[in-house]
């Protein structure tokens, strides 16, 4: 494919969407078309699964069951599939950059890490709804558990509830995952103010787009 795909990674409140913010513009003003997406949420189909795996207590689709984990993995790989499909896929194939706020690593990171589902099968169903595409790089934004549930300023949807022991969990599962795959998986303290953190990634960026690694 002849795009670039980047992915951005981290417990919620680490200030990814910040970040993607910031690399969308600075690519736009080098005549890059950026796409940004999200998962979950990033096609029609992945609206509504996001209202029923993160904001199913205030929607039309509040759920009088809990979902269990392996549903909460097998909706998540769903979303994605049609992520890839629909959206991901066909923007690198014309050539774009897409930027997407979570993808594959995030369910080996909450599914596995944190739900503590078997490791194969969760792999086993990515590799099912990601059908080889990859991002080139993805920047995990790491900050304990505790200070990024600080910044969040809204209420918790249905991930953010589930405690400091299991987003403790997820982010080490995330800094696992890195160490595994260095080359794709760059660790950034998100800890750091907003335009070091920018600074980092803007670095690793341009010699990503000049060089390809």
């Given at each position: ?42 096609t ?14 205030s929607?039309d ?40 706020d ?14 503590g ?44 509830a ?5 987003f ?14 260095p ?31």
């Amino acid at each position: 494919m002849a795009g670039y795909f980047i992915s951005f990674e981290g417990v919620d409140g680490v200030g990814k969407s910040t970040q993607v913010e910031l690399l969308e513009h600075y690519l736009q003003l080098y005549g890059y078309e950026v796409v940004c997406t999200r998962e979950p949420g990033g096609t029609e189909l992945g609206t509504v699964l996001r209202q029923i795996l993160l904001d199913a207590k205030s929607s039309d689709m509040a759920l009088s069951e809990p979902i269990s984990d392996r549903t909460e993995a097998l909706l998540f790989a769903a979303d994605r599939a049609q992520h890839v499909d629909t959206v991901i896929r066909p923007a690198l194939e014309r050539g774009a950059v897409v930027i997407s706020d979570r993808y594959v690593d995030s369910s080996l990171a909450y599914q596995a890490g944190g739900r503590g589902i078997n490791d194969a099968a969760v792999r086993q169903l990515q590799h099912i709804a990601i059908d080889g595409v990859l991002p080139q790089r993805t920047y995990v934004l790491d900050m304990s558990a505790q200070q990024a549930h600080q910044r969040l300023q809204h209420s918790d949807d249905r991930m953010e509830a589930a405690g400091d022991t299991f987003f403790n969990r997820t982010r080490q599962a995330f800094l696992e995952l890195a160490a595994q795959d260095p080359q794709r998986m760059k660790v950034i303290d998100a800890s750091l103010p907003v335009q070091e953190v920018w600074k980092s990634i803007k670095q690793d960026i341009d010699m990503l787009l000049h060089t390809g690694d």
